[in-house]
């Protein structure tokens, strides 16, 4: 319970948990998270996170978001994107475009879903002609300010399927109306600290393998579910077709439903915590003890 909070395995929960805040509405922790990552030097992530985070969490936001300069300017904006209503619609084409661009096929659920598909797996090839027919599509200040951020956002993303939630954003601010992004007039409910420790982690991946087996789980099924049933909820979110296509599409790759899905985690769940209780115990006194 000692151990200082500062080696790699512990930022990798701190990034971790940012985003679990700022996907659940809890404007606190994300200002505690800001803190300890900017006190381990971790500006620089934050910063260049913080448009991925916008695209992944809340697109339409992409047309409000202001690349921050320091860690009040940060603040201020995750805070905001963390009372959004999210909207994950370019997170999940994004995703299924991704796999699509891997050579996946299994994607492609129906003749109406390919053109989208195509368009950005295709675009994962060949980003430049992408981006000039963003360019010569923009109509209003609004797309422009999002095709600008999601631009940005490109460069700094290190994965691809960041990149892809970059570009299917863009694509759905050209090709249709960017919906209006609502803010959130519901309190965040407690927020479970653990859940930072996940399939983002090092120790989440040994810990969640073990209550897996506990369980006789198998643990590539039990690292998914976490993420699906618990890490990606949020407090709340529009309608988001896509998204929800993702998630029936990845169950199907496990051989589940979205139901059979949910049944094993809520097995799993009670095991995790327990497995966490002592790491979570850890991270809460560092997170309220700055």
Not at 36 to 43: E, I, P, T
């Amino acid at each position: 319970m000692n151990r200082p909070f500062h080696d790699q395995q512990d930022i990798e929960i701190l990034q971790s948990l940012i985003q679990k805040a700022v996907r659940r509405g809890d404007a606190e922790i994300v200002r505690r998270v800001i803190q300890c990552l900017v006190q381990r030097n971790n500006q620089e992530w934050l910063r260049r996170r913080a448009p991925i985070l916008v695209f992944e969490e809340c697109w339409t936001y992409g047309q409000h978001f202001e690349h921050p300069k320091d860690e009040q300017q940060l603040t201020e904006q995750l805070v905001r994107l963390a009372g959004t209503i999210k909207n994950k619609n370019a997170c999940g084409l994004g995703s299924l475009a991704y796999q699509l661009y891997r050579g996946d096929e299994t994607v492609i659920h129906n003749d109406a879903m390919e053109k989208d598909l195509l368009f950005i797996a295709v675009a994962m090839s060949k980003p430049q002609p992408f981006w000039e027919w963003a360019n010569h599509g923009i109509e209003g200040e609004g797309q422009k300010k999002l095709v600008e951020n999601a631009n940005k956002g490109f460069i700094y993303a290190d994965q691809p399927w960041d990149k892809a939630f970059m570009l299917a954003a863009t694509y759905l601010a050209v090709t249709s109306k960017i919906s209006e992004t609502i803010i959130s007039s519901k309190p965040p409910d407690e927020f479970p600290i653990w859940i930072a420790i996940d399939r983002h982690t090092t120790l989440g991946v040994e810990k969640i393998t073990a209550a897996a087996n506990e369980i006789k789980l198998e643990p590539a099924i039990a690292l998914w579910l976490t993420f699906y049933f618990e890490g990606a909820q949020c407090n709340e979110m529009v309608p988001s077709p896509w998204w929800e296509q993702e998630k029936i599409w990845r169950m199907k790759k496990l051989g589940l439903t979205l139901e059979e899905g949910n049944r094993y985690y809520e097995r799993l769940k009670p095991v995790l915590k327990k497995i966490l209780q002592e790491e979570e115990e850890r991270l809460r006194e560092v997170i309220f003890n700055l």
